[in-house]
């Protein structure tokens, strides 16, 4: 387990340089200028503004300053806004996206874990139909367009909740509701084949043969193979927590890491954008390795070995 971990560590620090390279090339390859000037500016004051955050230097010096603060823990300071770090906007806009991300995945997992049981159990029945459709809707419709639907009718017609915001726990429930929407769906579509798959194996029959109850070939037998499946899903759902609801955020108007993020896209801030894409890679990257350690405790099947 030992020589797996570290396998996967080293992996994980591999994809880390090779994101963090890609995002500061690509971001100094696409057109348009961080600074907003004039023809009437004095070329003095131009060329004084490229000196101070150093973009008179060439590509590869710049780059190689770059990794080196990234390494002492400075993502850099925005090109646009004085006074503002990305850290500092990391920090600021994180409790608002940690709390839509955090509470999505929890009611996607429990609720979708629910119905993925009930519809696998009840196999080729109501409950199961029903089940497969909600999935299908709930993967085929964009979480905008269920945040969209949704606010129209509970904020603008019932008027239950307000539009936009993040000053009451009132203004929590439609984006959590949106940001869950495509877990329930995911994770009852996944957990149902999952349990079918299981209920097909000959050790369940055994267990039935043995004169085990329903109750307790489902939760001793069937259970922890059937999850196996979601643990895999969970890296990028945990990943997304912080990093997957910026579209909900600019329709609710949150003040989150995503309005930050796209704020510094429509500035072209380039501090700010490679900053923010950095600190997301990094929590994606993390936890991907954190659910390749959690799988390889669960499934011993996949440990690296000599």
């Known amino acids: 387990m030992l ?14 340089f090779l994101a963090t390279t890609a995002t500061f090339f690509l971001m100094h390859a696409i057109p348009g ?45 925005s090109m ?19 709390i839509i991300g955090f509470f999505g995945v929890l009611i996607g997992c429990l609720i979708g874990s629910v119905l993925g049981v009930l519809a696998a159990l009840k196999n080729k029945g109501a409950v199961d139909y029903i089940v497969i459709v909600l999935a299908i809707i ?34 929590w429930v439609l984006p959590i ?18 349990m079918l798959d299981t209920m097909g194996q000959d050790y369940i029959a055994t267990a039935k043969s043995k004169g085990l109850s329903q109750s307790e070939v489902v939760v001793h037998h069937m259970f ?7 643990v895999t899903s969970l890296g ?17 108007n949150i003040p989150g890491i ?8 429509q500035n072209l801030d380039y501090t700010m954008i490679m900053g923010l894409n950095i600190i997301f890679s990094s929590i994606a990257i993390i936890c991907y390795f954190i659910t390749d350690i959690v799988y390889g405790l669960v499934d011993p099947r996949i440990r690296i070995t000599k």
């Not at 961080?34 to 590509?59: H, N, Q, W």
């Not at 004085?82 to 806009?93: D, F, L």
């Not at 995503?258 to 896209?265: E, H, K, N, R, S």
């Open 138 to 171: 709930g993967v085929s419709v964009p979480s905008f367009v269920f945040a969209s639907l949704i606010q129209r009718v509970f904020a603008v017609d019932l008027r239950w909740f307000p539009v936009q915001g993040w000053k009451t726990l009132a203004c």
């Open 224 to 230: 922890r193979n059937s999850f196996l499946p979601l």
């Open 80 to 98: 646009k806004f004085k006074g503002q770090t990305v850290v500092g906007e990391v920090v600021k806009g994180m409790p608002p996206s940690a």
């Open 3 to 16: 020589r797996y971990t570290v396998k996967r560590f080293l992996s994980m620090l591999l994809t880390l």
């Open 177 to 194: 509701a949106a940001a869950s929407f495509n877990n329930i769906a995911h994770y009852a579509r996944m957990l149902r084949t999952s």
């Open 236 to 252: 990028p759902m945990c990943a997304g927590v912080l990093t997957g609801n910026f579209v909900l955020e600019k329709i609710f």
């Open 258 to 265: 995503g309005q930050a993020m796209i704020l510094a896209i």
């Open 33 to 77: 200028e961080p600074f907003e000037i004039s023809r009437e500016t004095p070329e003095s004051v131009k060329e004084a503004m490229y000196a101070k955050y150093g973009l008179d230097k060439p590509l590869f010096e710049q780059y190689l300053i770059y990794m080196k603060n990234l390494l002492h823990g400075d993502f850099g300071s």
